[in-house]
């Protein structure tokens, strides 16, 4: 079910119902019900696969909290890394690695092996086993405590807002409000989980499905028969579709949540308005980047050792955080850019942010951004080498055609208003400022957001683009 379907609305509408008439406890059970019943839409076959990756990491916290031997402590979270990351990478890496055993083998002469079958992605396995992975992590290092109870635990594993696609929380935001009693849902609630929706439906649909097309289209021609113009007209589209896709999916979550008396983590805060590389991931998928940070970067050692070893331990977390989003060397290169830009950005930057105004600001905004572009020139690439040809073709020839005219006007009518929105938000305090202005102003706004998802829709729905990773 897709939060941009009449399915969706329709179950949510029946979990939303009975969950008011219970108590906590009930409550609890059947969100849990309901969270199973949502994944097993996509394929019932994996249901056993949350149930295990819950009950595994259940235990092995309450090991370890409850063993005094740090021999026995370390013996269960390595167990647990081991057993999480092995599902990950059988499911998720295995025809990866053996189609590159197979290329290396072909370089000696030697027949490689190529398996007869096909292993399925399940939906959201490397969100759920990183939030599942952090809990036992932390109740090892003290910050948490374990789940007194195996549905609690189940429940903050499978909550089915956040399941496929995100935001990553942690056991000491999200788990705390699955074990108390949540207060009343009241009106500010509801407003909040209103704007939420609404504005993440507006950015799923209106935006990224509409430049979901435009970017296809670009990135299905051959490279030798693009221009400049059409180059960077259908990595414009992409990055607005990716932004809108994954900050819509995002935003529809933590609105769905917040019906329910959840609160959610941020994952996006205006980050194509980002000053440098650093701002733009305290923006970019904040929940990734800080999982990231918090678990690879710094036991790696941070920016402890000196400016060789940081430069060390950014590239290996950038460049695990790319592969992290698919098998394919194409995100391994899109890792690697992000790596060398924060790498040369400490070395050689300023501070960025709110030190930067006026034209400076802009044009450090303005730089950013094309330089996320170029990433994501490769991030949406089918190869490194279509990448690298339909850079090649930036330095033909420029010519303005009517398809480079049209997509130039398509870009600003579909994405124009939004940026707008990020800007007029950017300039607050607030990350609802939409609700703190008057009722009529804030009501005008959600007729527009209708108004558009009525008459401007894709003509075809597009996947949310994160349901892969």
Same mark, same amino acid.
């Given at each position: 079910?897709?939060?941009?379907?009449?399915? @969706?609305?329709? @179950?949510?509408? $029946?979990?939303?119902?009975?969950?008011?008439?219970?108590?906590?406890?009930?409550?609890? $059970?059947? +969100?849990?019900?309901?969270?199973?019943?949502?994944?097993?839409?996509?394929?019932?076959?994996?249901?056993?696969?949350?149930?295990?990756?819950?009950?595994? #990491?259940?235990?092995?916290?309450? &090991?370890?909290?409850?063993?005094?031997?740090?021999?026995? *402590?370390?013996? =269960?979270?390595?167990?647990?890394?081991?057993?999480?990351?092995?599902?990950?990478?059988?499911?998720?890496?295995?025809?990866?690695?053996?189609? #590159?055993?197979?290329? !290396?083998?072909?370089?000696?002469?030697?027949?490689?092996?190529?398996?007869?079958?096909?292993?399925?992605?399940?939906?959201?396995?490397?969100?759920?086993?990183?939030?599942?992975?952090?809990?036992?992590?932390?109740?090892? *290092?003290?910050?948490?405590?374990?789940?007194?109870?195996?549905?609690?635990?189940?429940?903050?594993?499978?909550? @089915?807002?956040?399941?496929?696609?995100?935001?990553? #929380?942690?056991?000491?935001?999200?788990?705390?409000?699955?074990?108390?009693?949540?207060?009343?849902?009241?009106?500010? /609630?509801?407003?909040?989980?209103?704007?939420?929706?609404?504005?993440?439906?507006?950015?799923?649909?209106? $935006?990224?499905? %509409?430049?979901? =097309?435009?970017?296809?289209?670009?990135?299905?021609?051959?490279?030798?028969?693009?221009?400049?113009?059409?180059?960077?007209?259908?990595?414009?589209?992409?990055?607005?579709?990716?932004?809108?896709?994954?900050?819509?999916?995002?935003?529809?979550?933590?609105?769905?949540? *917040?019906?329910?008396?959840?609160?959610?983590?941020?994952?996006?805060?205006?980050?194509?308005?980002?000053?440098?590389?650093?701002?733009?991931?305290?923006?970019?998928?904040?929940? !990734?980047?800080?999982?990231?940070?918090?678990?690879?970067?710094?036991?790696?050692?941070? %920016?402890?050792?000196? &400016?060789?070893?940081?430069? &060390? %331990?950014?590239?290996?977390?950038?460049?695990?955080?790319?592969?992290?989003?698919?098998?394919?060397?194409?995100?391994?290169?899109?890792?690697? +850019? /992000?790596?060398?830009?924060?790498?040369?950005?400490?070395?050689?930057?300023?501070?960025?942010?709110?030190?930067?105004?006026?034209?400076?600001?802009?044009?450090?905004? !303005?730089?950013?951004?094309?330089?996320?572009?170029?990433?994501?020139?490769?991030?949406?690439?089918?190869?490194?080498?279509?990448?690298?040809?339909?850079?090649?073709?930036?330095?033909?020839?420029? /010519?303005?055609?009517?398809?480079?005219?049209?997509?130039?006007?398509?870009?600003?009518?579909?994405?124009?208003?939004?940026?707008?929105?990020?800007?007029?938000?950017? *300039?607050?305090?607030?990350?609802?400022?939409?609700?703190?202005?008057?009722?009529?102003?804030?009501?005008?706004?959600?007729?527009?957001? +209708? !108004?558009?998802?009525?008459?401007?829709?894709?003509?075809?729905?597009?996947?949310?683009?994160?349901?892969?990773?």
């Amino acid at each position: 079910m897709w939060f941009n379907s009449f399915a @969706f609305w329709v @179950f949510f509408g $029946v979990v939303l119902g009975i969950h008011a008439l219970l108590r906590h406890r009930g409550r609890n $059970v059947w +969100l849990l019900a309901a969270s199973y019943f949502f994944y097993g839409c996509w394929d019932w076959r994996f249901l056993g696969l949350i149930a295990f990756t819950s009950g595994f #990491e259940y235990l092995s916290a309450s &090991r370890i909290y409850k063993s005094g031997d740090s021999r026995t *402590r370390r013996n =269960w979270v390595i167990a647990s890394l081991i057993v999480e990351l092995g599902i990950l990478c059988a499911f998720k890496y295995f025809h990866f690695f053996v189609n #590159e055993m197979d290329h !290396l083998l072909g370089l000696f002469g030697l027949d490689g092996w190529q398996p007869t079958f096909r292993i399925i992605l399940p939906a959201g396995i490397s969100f759920f086993t990183f939030q599942s992975l952090s809990y036992t992590i932390d109740v090892y *290092r003290g910050s948490t405590k374990p789940a007194g109870s195996f549905a609690d635990f189940a429940l903050y594993v499978s909550f @089915f807002p956040q399941l496929v696609a995100g935001p990553i #929380e942690r056991s000491s935001h999200l788990l705390p409000q699955v074990e108390r009693p949540r207060p009343a849902v009241t009106s500010r /609630h509801f407003q909040e989980g209103l704007y939420h929706i609404l504005t993440g439906l507006f950015k799923k649909v209106f $935006v990224a499905d %509409n430049m979901a =097309w435009l970017a296809n289209h670009v990135f299905a021609r051959p490279p030798e028969s693009l221009s400049g113009p059409e180059v960077i007209l259908g990595v414009y589209a992409f990055a607005f579709q990716i932004y809108g896709d994954f900050s819509g999916y995002s935003s529809i979550a933590i609105g769905v949540a *917040r019906w329910l008396g959840f609160d959610l983590m941020d994952n996006f805060r205006q980050p194509y308005l980002a000053c440098g590389p650093q701002d733009f991931w305290k923006r970019w998928h904040i929940s !990734l980047s800080s999982w990231l940070r918090d678990y690879l970067y710094i036991p790696l050692g941070g %920016n402890r050792w000196g &400016r060789w070893f940081t430069g &060390r %331990n950014l590239m290996l977390t950038m460049l695990l955080g790319g592969l992290w989003h698919g098998a394919s060397w194409t995100f391994i290169v899109w890792g690697g +850019l /992000h790596g060398s830009w924060l790498i040369l950005d400490r070395m050689f930057g300023h501070k960025t942010g709110a030190a930067k105004q006026g034209w400076r600001r802009s044009v450090s905004i !303005l730089a950013t951004f094309h330089t996320v572009c170029l990433a994501w020139l490769f991030f949406r690439a089918d190869s490194s080498g279509q990448a690298l040809a339909m850079i090649r073709q930036l330095g033909v020839p420029w /010519h303005m055609t009517d398809f480079v005219q049209t997509s130039a006007v398509l870009i600003l009518f579909f994405a124009g208003p939004w940026v707008i929105f990020d800007l007029w938000t950017e *300039r607050g305090d607030s990350r609802t400022r939409l609700l703190e202005v008057h009722w009529i102003a804030r009501a005008l706004v959600y007729v527009f957001i +209708l !108004l558009a998802l009525l008459f401007f829709p894709a003509p075809v729905p597009v996947e949310f683009i994160y349901f892969r990773f």
